[in-house]
């Protein structure tokens, strides 16, 4: 049929503009960000693990987009799980320390509630909004997830460690959380999400961060040595089988095209043998703190596999999720990140290689990234957040430099031979500084981080406490802990080394 007249014309466009609103619904697809727990980069088979298998996550990493040079925005959970909801370095969206609620310098602190989450911009543009998993942003219940945007929560607040307590929405349903059902419990509820949703007009957007394999752990009864690498492994392969029941519900309900699903970690490991070939550990700036695994599975913009050794970090997130969701930046506040989209098109970034990226370890600025050089920066012990556990820029008078193209595990000190180089990252670093801050120094565009308490001091360092904090003020903050919690032993109040 051949359309000539110009009225008809016009009545398919007043069709086409009636339509947007639904048109609109089904172009945004369903996202799930599944953000594991101090698993590094050799953690699982298609980035090299041999002794666990888990074809499930391989699979998503065959079929969509793979990265082999994503670092994160910190190497412990609090400010690097902030990076990615916000898309803002910890170090300006406040929340830079590791936050443990049995710390007295920290149980009153959180993700303010004026930084806007990536759940929060999902929700303002159409989305219905799921968190399951650990939170770990703050625990007092101004800072909970359903408090920057999420629906619905179902998971932990924060580590085993700090409280071993598990939520449905607002109601505590384990006082003690079941470890060996922990994947089952998440895998359940996932499904179940999945399936309610399926049918709706809505999009959904679900957080799911897994607490493994961060410790504690247990396996579930058919996964119990069903590896080659212990319990920790048992684990992992059960992890795996919950991505392929998350898979199959989604694939069984008819909506597996349209629904992105991002998998990667929020640190390297604890041990260094499973963030080969990189050094260092979770903890630690070296790569092996920050280099984790990386996949975006999208079938149906995604249609063969990529892999991709271009830089990216998880400040891209929200940019990228923001842009595909059909949503402007807020612009009342910098992004550190930017889209990922032209990865997915095979073309590139808007960055250019050469920009900068900067690692921070709690308020201490350690290293910067630029092109192939990686610069660390000479520290004092007082800088060092108490996980810090690399010593080998302890009180050195100059900075070290690698070449991370030719020396990917940071060995050979090249800064005699390229002092230009070394001169100008050390300026970079001293700019950043003045933008984000460093140890006991403000930075001109870092926000505020949330605190219950109006007016109480922000000690990233426990041991400063003391230090710092006026004996009045600290008996203040003391005293409406108690008011608080009534029932916290004394015990508690002691810091966990462990467990940042
Ligand atoms: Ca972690």
Redesign the pocket.
């Known amino acids: 049929m051949k359309l000539e007249s110009p009225g008809i014309h016009l009545v398919i466009m007043m069709l086409i503009m009636l339509a947007a609103p639904f048109a609109l619904a089904k172009t945004q697809p369903n996202v799930i960000f599944m953000l594991t727990?101090?698993l590094g980069y050799s953690d699982i088979g298609c980035y090299g693990a041999k002794k666990v298998k888990t074809p499930n996550i391989d699979r998503l990493a065959k079929e969509g987009f793979m990265s082999t040079a994503f670092l994160t925005g910190a190497s412990?959970?609090s400010p690097?799980r902030a990076a990615f909801l916000t898309g803002a370095y910890p170090q300006r969206s406040g929340l830079y320390m590791g936050i443990n609620p049995n710390r007295r310098a920290h149980w009153f602190l959180g993700l303010h509630p004026d930084e806007i989450t990536i759940a929060e911009h999902c929700k303002a543009h159409g989305y219905d909004t799921f968190m399951v998993g650990k939170w770990?942003l703050g625990t007092e219940p101004e800072f909970l997830p359903r408090k920057q945007g999420f629906d619905h929560y179902y998971g932990m607040p924060c580590n085993f460690a700090h409280s071993p307590k598990f939520l449905d929405d607002d109601k505590v349903v384990h006082a003690i959380t079941p470890l060996e059902k922990l994947t089952t419990l998440y895998t359940e509820r996932i499904k179940r999400i999945i399936k309610n949703q399926a049918p709706k007009e809505k999009p959904f957007f679900l957080y799911f961060a897994h607490n493994y394999p961060?410790t504690p752990y247990k396996a579930g009864g058919q996964f119990k040595g069903s590896s080659k690498d212990g319990v920790r492994g048992d684990i992992m392969q059960e992890m795996d089988w919950g991505v392929g029941e998350m898979m199959k519900a989604l694939e069984e309900t008819g909506i597996a095209d349209d629904t992105i699903v991002i998998f990667t970690?929020?640190?390297g490991p604890t041990d260094n043998k499973y963030a080969k070939p990189f050094r260092g550990t979770?903890y630690v700036t070296f790569e092996g703190g920050h280099r984790v695994p990386f996949i975006f599975h999208w079938p149906a913009k995604i249609k063969e596999r990529i892999e991709s050794e271009v830089r990216i970090h998880a400040m891209d997130l929200f940019p990228t999720l923001s842009e595909i969701i059909g949503a402007k930046l807020p612009q009342d506040r910098i992004f550190d990140g930017e889209s990922l989209l032209p990865l997915f098109e095979d073309k590139t970034l808007t960055r250019k290689a050469h920009q900068p990226f900067f690692y921070y370890n709690c308020e201490n600025l350690q290293a910067v990234r630029k092109g192939p050089w990686k610069l660390h920066l000479p520290r004092n012990q007082q800088q060092l957040p108490f996980w810090d556990k690399n010593k080998v820029f302890l009180n050195k008078a100059q900075p070290v430099l690698y070449n991370l193209v030719d020396d990917q595990t940071e060995t050979t000190n090249v800064a005699a031979k390229h002092p230009e180089v070394v001169q100008r990252m050390v300026v970079l670093a001293k700019e950043k500084r003045a933008e984000l801050g460093e140890y006991l120094q403000r930075g001109k565009s870092q926000r505020p981080t949330g605190s219950v308490i109006r007016g109480a001091p922000i000690v990233s360092h426990e041991k400063d406490w003391g230090k710092l904090v006026a004996p009045a003020t600290a008996s203040a903050i003391a005293a409406e802990r108690l008011n608080r919690h009534p029932n916290q032993t004394s015990k508690k109040t002691k810091p966990r080394r462990k467990s940042p």
């Open positions: 727990d101090d412990i959970c690097s770990h961060h970690s929020d640190n979770k």
